[in-house]
Nanobody, 124 residues
Framework: QVQLVESGGGLVQAGGSLRLSCAAS????????MGWFRQAPGKEREFVAA????????YYADSVKGRFTISRDNAKNTVYLQMNSLKPEDTAVYYC?????????????????WGQGTQVTVSS
């Protein structure tokens, strides 16, 4: 089992930036893919970004492509989500998730552990 703790959320104006961090403990960090999802009020949880165990491959939802960047530091057991050019529609609770293994997936069923979430609010 993997324990995940997110940080870095907050309130930002449209056009601003935030960087989310997710610290992992438990399993060997470099043995699994990582992902970020988000859930807005009244909506289903949706995929945001994912990264392979090595960081060599990244995947993004179309809605964030070109604005968000996922990265990981295996020496620090941490995954990041750099969010630029934020829009009000990015407002949501953001969750990091640990993959079941090295295979990268963009669906929630492919992730076995989840953080508690961090709120991101973008004002217009």
């Amino acid at each position: 089992q993997v324990q995940l703790v997110e940080s870095g959320g907050g309130l930002v104006q449209a056009g601003g930036s935030l960087r989310l961090s997710c610290a992992a403990s438990g399993r060997t960090f470099s043995s699994y893919a990582m992902g970020w999802f988000r859930q807005a009020p009244g909506k289903e949880r949706e995929f945001v970004a994912a990264i392979s165990w090595s960081g060599g491959s990244t995947y993004y939802a179309d809605s964030v492509k070109g604005r968000f960047t996922i990265s990981r530091d295996n020496a620090k057991n941490t995954v990041y989500l750099q969010m630029n050019s934020l829009k009000p529609e990015d407002t949501a609770v953001y969750y990091c998730a640990a993959g079941l293994g090295v295979v990268v997936t963009t669906t929630p069923v492919g992730f076995g552990s989840w953080g508690q979430g961090t709120q991101v609010t973008v004002s217009s």
